[in-house]
């Protein structure tokens, strides 16, 4: 990862009145196009097709949808996430290019909502990842999921909407409520402490108790061979 | 013979207005996509968002140099490519380059894809990039048939003067008029070279993920945005001056490119999408053929 390091990163500007203008060119920008993956845990991606298609039109607001985290702007949860699910989760929400957006669509991402007494599922989506907005419902109806997203639209313009920064600043609480969750050998193969060192987001709560618990059993990540076929032979967890 | 300056105001200008030119296209097909399924459709400057949206991520996630290079291989195929495409009171270096080099210079995009997507190690992108060649494969043999007929029949490979012939004697001298059956074989080759819908293998979003694309965030994926620009642009503009003479004024000109990319837009987006052997199938049998007889009128 040498390549990356030498990037500068470029984290104020001050004195040209220029930059200001561009800045806010560019909050504008990213209001006006937002590529949203819908990992669709739940119920509540029925209605997203709607809010998609020929009824209410999300490509008038510039939302379109994308099909890989890497592309994508806004990860949608439309619904219950089950442990399990959470895990896959984790991995998209870190693969994702910042500013990235989550929304929780669906009561059951705000408490828990009729899956409260469910052993499988997770409760509050936010103890997990950072959560830009949600809209609650059991089901939201297209109109309330076009609302949200006008909502997160107007809050990314006016540049409050930068709660992905808050997952390197407080990386500890995130990973101490996973490990929580999924047991003290949880690792994810985006290594988040170093990224937050490399983009200049070190925060009071990025290194913790539970940090170092990740770092104690951590393994160093490898690239994947690549080749046809399975080894059969080979080993699976 | 032009002054060197000039020589290099128009080697700049050209790729911009290309991309200009290229993003409205962009923005038609979106809109003509909606359209079709009943929908409003993207705000006007929308291709505009997206571009300057991508290039102002925070994080930039590269797999490494080849990666980089891949996508500035892409880019640079069709910005070199538009520097030999004559636009009406530019010619730029077109009558130096002429066709052949052309046809060459757009296959790099292709090739720097390939480059890049390699370094990704992402499975997807791999199929996406095999596939993406093999549609080149596909598509390519007609295309060089076709042009081989035009360039034979105006007795040059010289684009500036492949126009000019076509422009001597109005509506009638065109390559359409002339020479109906190689503009279809034409018309067909462009579509897959475009690679949209029942040629649209290499992307495949709800199979193989956008295929090449599969692993580009921030400025790489801008980088593709800026490409499909260009490759709207190069592909659309190189059919106009092939079979319908040109532009004498822009307003022509840019009216008859976005007539000749209209066409096939409207057929993609009521097709699903084939599979790559019955693509290669297709494209070998079909403009191959019509390709042929064509040329046979022409000999
Ligand atoms: S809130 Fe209701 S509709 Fe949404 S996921 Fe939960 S149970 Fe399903």
């Given at each position: 990862?040498?390549?990356?390091?030498?990037?500068?990163?470029?984290?104020?500007?001050?004195?040209?009145?220029?930059?200001?203008?561009?800045?806010?060119?560019?909050?504008?920008?990213?209001?006006?196009?937002?590529?949203?993956?819908?990992?669709?845990?739940?119920?509540?991606?029925?209605?997203?097709?709607?809010?998609?298609?020929?009824?209410?039109?999300?490509?008038?607001?510039?939302?379109?949808?994308?099909?890989?985290?890497?592309?994508?702007?806004?990860?949608?949860?439309?619904?219950?996430?089950?442990?399990?699910?959470?895990?896959?989760?984790?991995?998209?929400?870190?693969?994702?290019?910042?500013?990235?957006?989550?929304?929780?669509?669906?009561?059951?991402?705000?408490?828990?909502?009729?899956?409260?007494?469910?052993?499988?599922?997770?409760?509050?989506?936010?103890?997990?990842?950072?959560?830009?907005?949600?809209?609650?419902?059991?089901?939201?109806?297209?109109?309330?999921?076009?609302?949200?997203?006008?909502?997160?639209?107007?809050?990314?313009?006016?540049?409050?909407?930068?709660?992905?920064?808050?997952?390197?600043?407080?990386?500890?609480?995130?990973?101490?409520?996973?490990?929580?969750?999924?047991?003290?050998?949880?690792?994810?193969?985006?290594?988040?402490?170093?990224?937050?060192?490399?983009?200049?987001?070190?925060?009071?709560?990025?290194?913790?108790?539970?940090?170092?618990?990740?770092?104690?059993?951590?393994?160093?990540?490898?690239?994947?061979?690549?080749?046809?076929?399975?080894?059969?032979?080979?080993?699976?967890? | 013979?032009?002054?060197?300056?000039?020589?290099?105001?128009?080697?700049?200008?050209?790729?911009?207005?290309?991309?200009?030119?290229?993003?409205?296209?962009?923005?038609?097909?979106?809109?003509?996509?909606?359209?079709?399924?009943?929908?409003?459709?993207?705000?006007?400057?929308?291709?505009?968002?997206?571009?300057?949206?991508?290039?102002?991520?925070?994080?930039?996630?590269?797999?490494?140099?080849?990666?980089?290079?891949?996508?500035?291989?892409?880019?640079?195929?069709?910005?070199?490519?538009?520097?030999?495409?004559?636009?009406?009171?530019?010619?730029?270096?077109?009558?130096?380059?002429?066709?052949?080099?052309?046809?060459?210079?757009?296959?790099?995009?292709?090739?720097?894809?390939?480059?890049?997507?390699?370094?990704?190690?992402?499975?997807?992108?791999?199929?996406?990039?095999?596939?993406?060649?093999?549609?080149?494969?596909a598509y390519d043999i007609p295309l060089v048939i076709v042009?081989f007929g035009?360039?034979?029949?105006?007795?040059?490979?010289?684009?500036?003067?492949?126009?000019?012939?076509?422009?001597?004697?109005?509506?009638?001298?065109?390559?359409?008029?002339?020479?109906?059956?190689l503009?279809?074989a034409g018309?067909i080759a462009?579509?897959a070279?475009?690679?949209?819908?029942?040629?649209?293998?290499?992307?495949?979003?709800?199979?193989?993920?956008?295929?090449?694309?599969?692993?580009?965030?921030?400025?790489?994926?801008?980088?593709?945005?800026?490409?499909?620009?260009?490759?709207?642009?190069?592909?659309?503009?190189?059919?106009?001056?092939?079979?319908?003479?040109?532009?004498?004024?822009?307003?022509?000109?840019?009216?008859?490119?976005?007539?000749?990319?209209?066409?096939?837009?409207?057929?993609?987006?009521?097709?699903?999408?084939?599979?790559?052997?019955?693509?290669l199938r297709l494209m070998w049998k079909w403009p191959v053929m019509l390709g042929l007889i064509g040329v046979?009128?022409?000999?």
């Open positions: 990862m040498s390549s990356i390091k030498q990037i500068p990163v470029i984290t104020e500007r001050k004195g040209n009145p220029l930059a200001r203008v561009f800045d806010e060119f560019v909050r504008f920008c990213r209001s006006r196009s937002l590529f949203i993956l819908h990992y669709c845990t739940g119920c509540g991606a029925i209605e997203l097709p709607p809010a998609m298609t020929s009824r209410f039109d999300m490509e008038r607001l510039g939302i379109q949808p994308m099909v890989s985290p890497r592309q994508a702007d806004i990860l949608l949860i439309t619904g219950y996430v089950s442990i399990k699910t959470l895990k896959r989760v984790i991995l998209t929400y870190e693969q994702m290019g910042s500013p990235k957006y989550v929304i929780g669509i669906c009561s059951c991402t705000v408490n828990g909502g009729m899956y409260w007494q469910s052993y499988a599922t997770a409760k509050k989506l936010d103890e997990y990842m950072p959560v830009d907005l949600y809209i609650a419902g059991c089901m939201p109806r297209p109109e309330a999921v076009l609302a949200g997203l006008q909502k997160l639209m107007d809050r990314i313009h006016s540049g409050e909407a930068n709660s992905w920064e808050d997952y390197f600043r407080n990386y500890d609480y995130y990973l101490g409520n996973q490990q929580k969750l999924f047991g003290e050998n949880w690792q994810t193969p985006t290594d988040i402490i170093t990224e937050a060192k490399h983009y200049d987001l070190i925060g009071e709560g990025t290194l913790g108790k539970h940090t170092q618990l990740l770092e104690q059993h951590q393994k160093p990540l490898e690239a994947l061979d690549m080749r046809l076929g399975h080894d059969l032979k080979e080993p699976t967890e | 013979m032009m002054a060197p300056m000039e020589l290099i105001i128009e080697l700049i200008l050209m790729p911009l207005v290309a991309f200009v030119v290229g993003m409205m296209m962009v923005l038609m097909m979106r809109r003509i996509a909606a359209k079709l399924q009943r929908r409003i459709g993207p705000p006007f400057f929308q291709p505009l968002y997206d571009i300057v949206k991508l290039h102002s991520k925070q994080t930039q996630i590269s797999h490494g140099l080849i990666h980089d290079i891949g996508i500035v291989m892409a880019m640079g195929g069709y910005i070199a490519a538009e520097t030999l495409l004559p636009v009406p009171g530019m010619t730029g270096i077109a009558e130096k380059g002429g066709i052949i080099t052309l046809l060459y210079l757009m296959m790099i995009p292709s090739l720097g894809l390939a480059l890049g997507v390699g370094q990704c190690a992402n499975p997807n992108g791999s199929i996406g990039i095999a596939r993406a060649l093999t549609a080149m494969l042009i035009v360039a034979y029949a105006a007795g040059t490979t010289n684009l500036v003067d492949i126009i000019a012939v076509q422009q001597a004697g109005g509506f009638e001298t065109w390559g359409a008029v002339q020479m109906p059956v503009a279809i018309l462009m579509h070279s475009l690679g949209k819908q029942p040629f649209e293998i290499y992307i495949a979003p709800a199979e193989i993920a956008t295929g090449p694309m599969v692993e580009m965030s921030g400025k790489y994926l801008g980088g593709l945005f800026v490409m499909q620009c260009f490759q709207l642009y190069t592909t659309s503009v190189l059919y106009v001056s092939l079979f319908l003479g040109g532009g004498t004024t822009w307003f022509d000109f840019l009216l008859k490119s976005f007539l000749v990319l209209a066409i096939p837009v409207s057929i993609a987006y009521l097709f699903p999408r084939y599979r790559t052997e019955d693509l046979a009128f022409v000999l």
